[in-house]
């Protein structure tokens, strides 16, 4: 089973020599039964293509969108999630936790 | 994140090297622990570091205990478990190990043991233990377990194994054979170290086949890296 490491870093290292600039969001804290643990890893071009996950798939459209205004502003910024029971049972998943999500650039 | 910091960590994922990266929620400051030094903008106290040093032992990402928006993410390498003896039970703890998540490395200078086509997908060494034991540098992340039997091979490596950080130790035999163990070591100066050797090796779960055996240490080698020793 590859880590978090071999999954997202060998993209990152393409990306940068390809001259794109990137962004790395974390997952920080979770509350009740979160789809994914702390330290999970997204990281994202300015083209908006993303490698990892930080949910089971609910919120990566919403962090996607927030990591290309942090690669824009430059600064960190923390974001904070509810998985509703509604998206929840839509990805399958049956949580209904809350995830903080720390996103930065790459510079 | 520098990119200089995050060169850092993808050469130390390279290098098979266990870090921890600390980050201040606040403004995004960093800090790089390796396993020996810290790099970083990010000025840590004592007892902090302390901690992280802890975190990355268990792997643990999360936020630091005692502390204001600091976020501490470890990148620890996976557990390996050294088998020793190629034998029919290694055959199935060795795949059970590595779907638990282990780096499984088997060692039997037996060649006709340690084939490949007995033991895929794990690493081979087909060198005496105690050379292939220097060979591995066993960490605080390793575990080995002794099965050939033998003490001709399993003594040589328990000798390197009781030199090591290895957090666990393991060795197949009945209580008879491990007190007989016991005293050869004893001969051999380490006696108030053999205390360190799972023995008879494995929980007792009840099962004798070679496959419940695997299962038996395997459990055991899990449940020791996360309660500790005496649990």
């Known amino acids: ?107 | 994140m520098k990119w200089a910091t995050w060169e850092r960590l993808d050469a130390a994922a390279a290098a098979g090297i266990s870090a921890a990266l600390v980050t201040r929620l606040a403004d995004g400051a960093q800090s790089l622990f390796d396993g020996e030094r810290w790099q970083g903008a990010l000025d840590l106290a004592g007892e902090q570091r302390a901690a992280v040093r802890r975190m990355l032992a268990a792997d643990k990402s999360g936020m630091l205990a005692g502390a204001e928006g600091l976020f501490v993410r470890c990148y620890a390498r996976a557990p390996r478990l050294v088998v020793v003896g190629a034998a029919h039970i290694s055959q199935f703890l060795a795949p059970m190990a590595t779907l638990a998540g282990f780096e499984v490395i088997v060692i039997d200078p037996r060649r006709a043991f340690a084939s490949a086509e007995r033991f895929r997908g794990v690493t081979l060494i087909d060198a005496w233990p105690d050379e292939a034991l220097e060979q591995v540098r066993l960490d605080a992340t390793s575990a080995v377990v002794t099965l050939t039997h033998d003490p001709k091979l399993d003594d040589p490596a328990l000798i390197a194994a009781l030199a090591s950080p290895a957090f666990y130790i393991g060795a197949l035999g009945s209580s008879r054979t491990h007190a007989k163990r016991i005293a050869r070591l004893t001969e051999a100066g380490l006696g108030d170290k053999a205390g360190r050797i799972h023995a008879p090796v494995g929980l007792d779960l009840g099962g004798r086949a070679p496959r419940e055996i695997a299962v038996s240490i395997l459990a055991q080698v899990i449940q020791v890296r996360y309660r500790g020793e005496g649990s």
């Open chain 1, 1 to 107: 089973m590859p880590t978090d490491a071999e999954e997202i870093f060998p993209p990152i290292r393409r990306w940068r020599a390809s001259g794109l600039q990137v962004a790395l969001a974390t997952v920080v804290q979770t509350w009740g039964s979160s789809p994914r643990p702390e330290g999970s890893h997204l990281a994202v071009n300015e083209r908006g293509e993303f490698v990892g996950s930080v949910s089971g798939g609910c919120i990566e459209g919403a962090v996607v969108t927030e990591a290309l205004e942090v690669l824009a502003e430059g600064k960190p910024r923390s974001l904070e999630f509810g998985v509703s029971d509604e998206q929840a049972w839509e990805v399958g998943l049956a949580c209904g936790g809350r995830v903080r999500v720390f996103v930065e650039r790459l510079e």
